[in-house]
Each structure stands twice: as structure tokens, then as C-alpha cells.
């Protein structure tokens, strides 16, 4: 597929996904994100690849859903096509690890992807919000459950009432992000985690991803024992063992992913 509005590259087993349609601050159109959704399910079926990280420019790395495509829909046009849910909604269904590097603008849609990831490293020119509100909508691809998931009710309705934006810092205190770094160093700091990620035994890394995030879906004795049996069958993988005898031999291992 020829992509027109990201930019797919890949460094070493690394894939980046660059978010490119800079005159409508890489607003979620749903060709966009039809082709992110292609590109992570490429990434998916490519066993090279151990990580992925989305991004976009330094001014915006989404400045929401496309409010120009949407305006004119109404209850059943948005209804039938449901685009949210099979196309802006694909990135929280991929199984690898996806990083979010993060700079400028990461409003409503935008926001919701980055959250979409399994961790946001932003620059410090960050800015995150929710302001559907302003609109006269509120967040319609996640935002309303996974910001509150992330910071907590008080913060989430702060941000999704008032329609306010948060800055790098204050999105790292609330737990929203898991890094702030200064903008040049942004890529090379995702780069960095996603490589080491993409090291590891890959159905190990997916397997911890999926557990983690099991923990926002089940109570707590259900989670644990989810952990417990999948911590139980990592001892059938050829990558349990050879981990394992790498610590003790002092040596670095070296993945099969079996
Ligand atoms: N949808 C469509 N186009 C958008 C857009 C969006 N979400 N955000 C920005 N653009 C377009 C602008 O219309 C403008 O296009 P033109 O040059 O053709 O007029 C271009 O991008 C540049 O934008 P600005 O001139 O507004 O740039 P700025 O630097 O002055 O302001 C901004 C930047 C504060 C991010 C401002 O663009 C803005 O407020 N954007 C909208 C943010 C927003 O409301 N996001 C939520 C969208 S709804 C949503 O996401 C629903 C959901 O949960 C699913």
C-alpha cells in the first residue's frame, strides 16, 4: 500500500510510524488512519520487527479528529460507518510494544491516540487536552475512560470540562506520560527504548504487554492469576532458558522468539 499521509521507516528492528499531514496539524482523517492501521498490521505479521513508535512533527503530533471531515455527519451516517471503532481505534488492537513520542499539540483525537500506546515519551513542548467540549462533542475515541484510567477522575473531568491543555510537565505528574526530554532529544530517547524493547523475546515482550493491560479490564484476583498462568508458560519458551542461562553464564542472551 502507498502511503500519502505517514511516513513508515525502519531502523534495525524498529519500525517508526510518522503521523505527515503538517497543513491540517495531522488531523485523524479516516484515510489517515486507515493507513496506520494498515502500516501497524504490516508491522504486526513482520517478525523482524520487535517495536513500534508513532509520532508526528514537532508543531503537532495530532491535533485531533479531522473536525472538517466530521461536521456535516449526523447520528446515522457516524453510526453505520462506526470509523472510530474499525479504523481510529486499530492502534489500541496491535500486539507489539507502540511507543507514542510525543511533541506539540496531542489534542482530543490526538491525545486519545497517544494514550491508545503503551507508553507516551513527549518533548517538553508537549501539549495535551481534550476539547471536544468546545466543539459541543466530547471525546469519542477513548478519552472520557482512558484519560480517566490514566490521571484519575478529578484531573480527567478538569480537562475534559474545561477543555484545558496540559504541559509536558504536568502531564509527567499526573502520570499521563512516562518520560518528558528536551525536543532534540525526543526521537533518540524513543528510538533508545523501542530498540531495547525490540531486543527482548518478542511473544515475551507481548505477552507482558498483554497483562498489563489486563489489569485495566479484570479485578484484582482475576488479574493475578492471568499473570500467574502466563508467567507459568513463559518456562515452555526456548527464551525462558536462554535468558535464564545467560544471567547465570554471564553473557548476553540471544532471542529466538520461540
Ligand atoms: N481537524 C481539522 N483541521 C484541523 C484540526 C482538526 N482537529 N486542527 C487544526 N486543523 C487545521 C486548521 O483548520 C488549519 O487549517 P487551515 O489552514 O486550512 O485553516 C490548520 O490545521 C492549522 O491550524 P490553526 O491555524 O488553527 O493553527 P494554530 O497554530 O493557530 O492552532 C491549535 C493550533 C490550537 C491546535 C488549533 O488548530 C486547534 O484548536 N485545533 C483543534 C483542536 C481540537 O479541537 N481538537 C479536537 C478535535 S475533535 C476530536 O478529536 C473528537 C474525538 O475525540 C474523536
Redesign the pocket.
Known sequence: MKYDMIEVTQEGAVKTIRLDRP???N???TPMMKEIAHALSTAQDDSSIGCVILTGSE??F?????????QDNNYISIYKSDD?ANY?DAPSRFRKPLIAAVSG?A????C?LAMMCDFIIASETAKF????I??A?????G?TQRLTRAIGKSKAMDMCLT?RMMDADEAERAGLVSRVVPQDELMPTALDAASKIAAQSQPIAMMTKETLNAAFEMPLAQGLKFERRLFQSMFTTEDQKEGMSAFVEKRTPHFKNK
Open positions: 497543513k491540517a496539524l488531523a485523524l482523517c508543531k503537532a495530532a491535533a485531533g479528529a479531522d473536525i472538517k471531515e466530521m472510530f481510529h499539540y489534542l482530543g483525537g490526538g486519545e487536552g481534550q476539547p471536544e468546545n466543539l462533542v466530547m471525546p469519542g475515541i478519552g477543555g
